[in-house]
């Protein structure tokens, strides 16, 4: 199992830019696909986007697509969401979850995922 911290997250207002990571622990992440998933209030979790072990795949949610990039640097551990043009909407707790399965499959939030404790994310407007 992996361990996952997420911080980066915080009050930014609309137009700005916030830079999320994920930090693992306990086992290394560079054969994990990785994902980022947020959940509003009253809100089921969605995903946000997603990158393969190596890097050379990447999946968007057609809701933040232009906006996020999604990165990692295995040699750090370390997942990383930039996003820019944030707008209220965006608002939710950002979640990071890492899977030995497909990028592709990380599409839906699923509970055999490894999971983090989430990061707030407030944009005002």
């Known amino acids: 199992q992996v361990q996952l911290v997420e911080s980066g997250g915080g009050l930014v207002q609309a137009g700005g830019s916030l830079r999320l990571s994920c930090a693992a622990s306990?086992?290394?992440?560079?054969?994990?696909?990785m994902g980022w998933f947020r959940q509003a209030p009253g809100k089921e979790r969605e995903f946000v986007a997603a990158i393969s072990w190596s890097g050379g795949t990447t999946l968007y949610a057609d809701s933040v697509k232009g906006r996020f990039t999604i990165s990692r640097d295995n040699a750090k551990n370390t997942v990383y969401l930039q996003m820019n043009s944030l707008k209220p909407e965006d608002t939710a707790v950002y979640y990071c979850a890492a899977s030995l399965g497909t990028v592709q499959a990380m599409g839906v939030p699923r509970s055999r995922f490894d999971w983090g404790q989430g990061t707030q994310v407030t944009v005002s407007s």
């Open positions: 306990g086992r290394t992440v560079s054969s994990y696909a």
